[in-house]
């Protein structure tokens, strides 16, 4: 599945308001308290900032050929995403008996697969207006965080709801995984794409898949 592909396609889901029991009365956090989360947020959320500026630049009219696109993109990819992470996930319990060669190989293309598949969403004059929401929200498994963001247009602002899981590491916070209306995984739809692909342990088959779709997105 190509979750940013459908992105401006999607209707944008509806809340719907509850009735509360009683008042509830808001947590007063501390000033020095209320500074550092906000510092603390605004860490987790850079990444994303610079992603979405980026993908602003790429989709202005006259930006350019696809590889000249790309170009522009690649540096805010390697910036945003920790694309080893990602492509580990996504390949599951395999990747770890893959030789370095074999990863190597695989992390090439999956990070001109990463980045080709935005390319070819954020065409230019598509006119996607992106929003961040200002509160980062910890992730139900370990310390990771979820960037809340929305993408839409001129005409639907609040537009999809993408959502970026976030991890801390050696590089700083990083996406290790992206959420299309806040539950469904890229990760998790990659895994099943890939898993047929590698079935006997076929990297080159994989490699060979990832290329072809490389290919599909630059002649969109």
């Given at each position: ?10 209707t944008s ?107 070819s969403s ?32 001129s005409d ?65």
């Open positions: 599945m190509n979750i940013m592909k459908h992105v401006l396609k999607t889901l509806a809340l719907c308001a509850g009735l509360m029991a009683a008042p509830v009365v808001p947590a007063v956090l501390p000033l020095h308290a209320a500074h550092a989360a906000s510092a603390a947020d605004a860490q987790v959320q850079e990444p994303i900032k610079s992603l979405y500026a980026a993908l602003e630049r790429v989709q202005a009219k006259g930006s350019g050929s696809f590889e000249q696109r790309s170009q522009m993109l690649a540096p805010a990819i390697d910036h945003a995403y920790d694309i080893e992470a990602v492509l580990a996930s996504s390949i599951g319990p395999r990747y770890a008996g893959l030789s370095d060669d074999q990863k190597q190989t695989l992390l090439t293309t999956f990070r001109q697969f990463t980045i080709a598949r935005y390319v954020f065409k230019p004059g598509s006119d996607a207006r992106f929003t961040i929401d200002p509160t980062v929200t910890p992730s139900p498994v370990g310390n990771d965080r979820i960037v809340v963001t929305h993408i839409g247009s639907d602002p609040s537009g999809t709801e993408i959502n970026y899981v976030m991890r801390s590491g050696a590089k700083g916070w990083r996406i290790v995984d992206v959420l299309l209306n806040a539950h469904i995984s890229q990760v998790a739809a990659q895994r099943a794409d890939f898993s047929s692909a590698l079935s006997g342990g076929n990297v080159q088959k994989l490699t060979n898949l990832l290329q072809k779709k490389i290919k599909t997105f630059s002649e969109e």
